[in-house]
T-cell receptor
Framework: DAGVIQSPRHEVTEMGQEVTLRCKPI?????LFWYRQTMMRGLELLIY????????DSGMPEDRFSAKMPNASFSTLKIQPSEPRDSAVYFC?????????????FGSGTQLSVL | GENVEQHPSTLSVQEGDSAVIKCTYS??????FPWYKQELGKRPQLIID?????GEKKDQRIAVTLNKTAKHFSLHITETQPEDSAVYFC???????????FGRGTSLIVHP
C-alpha cells in the first residue's frame, strides 16, 4: 500500500476563495482523521470518521470548515471562504481501528497559505 | 475528556547525551501511549508505544516508561545523534477508543 495520500502538497490561495483538501486513507483502515498543525496550537484534531461516518467534529473551528467521506477510500476537507488565519499544515491520518490497531498513519500533509 | 501535558517544549542537548521528554495524562482509563517523531517538513511517524499493562519498553536507543499511579509516561533517548533532532509528540488514548489525544510536542535539538 502506498500509505495515506494527500493532495495537494501545497496550496496558495487568496482570502475568500474556496479550498478543498483531499485524502486517500490506507485500504482497510476504519478510522480517518483530519488534523491541523500550527506552531501556536500544535496538532489539533478537527474531525474524525469511523467507517465513513463523521463521529466527532467538535474540533472544526467554525462553519467555514466542512469534511466529507463519501466512501472508504476518499475524504475531503473544505474551507469556504478561506481566511489568512487558516494558513497551516493539514494532515490526514488513518488507523486500522480494530484490535491493537491504534497506530496512526499520517499523510504527507497539505501546506495551506491563504494570502 | 483526556488531557495530555508534555514537557519541555524545547530540549537542546549535545550529541551523545541522553534526552528525556515527559508527559502526563488526566484520564486513568487511558491504556495506550504512543510516541510520534516528526522531522522537519515531514509527517509524524510512530516510533514506539506502550500499553498500560507494561511499565517499560525499549527499542535500541529509545525507551518509554509508564507510571500508571502518577499518570505520567516518558520517552528516553540515549546516545543522541543529530538525526534525532525532530519534534516528538506523546499521546494517550482510552481503551478501545482509537482516538489519541496529543501533547503539544517537544522540539529536540541535538548539537553535533
Amino acid at each position: 500500500d502506498a500509505g495515506v495520500i494527500q493532495s495537494p502538497r501545497h496550496e496558495v490561495t487568496e482570502m475568500g476563495q474556496e479550498v478543498t483538501l483531499r485524502c486517500k486513507p490506507i485500504s482497510g483502515h476504519d478510522y480517518l482523521f483530519w488534523y491541523r498543525q500550527t506552531m501556536m496550537r500544535g496538532l489539533e484534531l478537527l474531525i474524525y470518521f469511523n467507517n465513513n461516518v463523521p463521529i466527532d467534529d467538535s474540533g472544526m473551528p467554525e462553519d467555514r470548515f466542512s469534511a466529507k467521506m463519501p466512501n472508504a477510500s476518499f475524504s475531503t476537507l473544505k474551507i469556504q471562504p478561506s481566511e489568512p488565519r487558516d494558513s497551516a499544515v493539514y494532515f490526514c491520518a488513518s488507523s486500522l481501528g480494530q484490535g491493537a490497531g491504534e497506530k496512526l498513519f499520517f499523510g504527507s500533509g497539505t501546506q495551506l497559505s491563504v494570502l | 475528556g483526556e488531557n495530555v501535558e508534555q514537557h519541555p517544549s524545547t530540549l537542546s542537548v549535545q550529541e551523545g547525551d541522553s534526552a528525556v521528554i515527559k508527559c502526563t495524562y488526566s484520564d486513568s482509563a487511558s491504556n495506550y501511549f504512543p510516541w510520534y517523531k516528526q522531522e522537519l517538513g515531514k509527517r509524524p511517524q510512530l516510533i514506539i508505544d506502550i500499553r498500560s499493562n507494561v511499565g517499560e519498553k525499549k527499542d535500541q536507543r529509545i525507551a518509554v516508561t509508564l507510571n500508571k499511579t502518577a499518570k505520567h509516561f516518558s520517552l528516553h533517548i540515549t546516545e543522541t545523534q543529530p538525526e534525532d533532532s525532530a519534534v516528538y509528540f506523546c499521546a494517550a488514548s482510552l481503551g478501545g477508543s482509537y482516538i489519541p489525544t496529543f501533547g503539544r510536542g517537544t522540539s529536540l535539538i541535538v548539537h553535533p
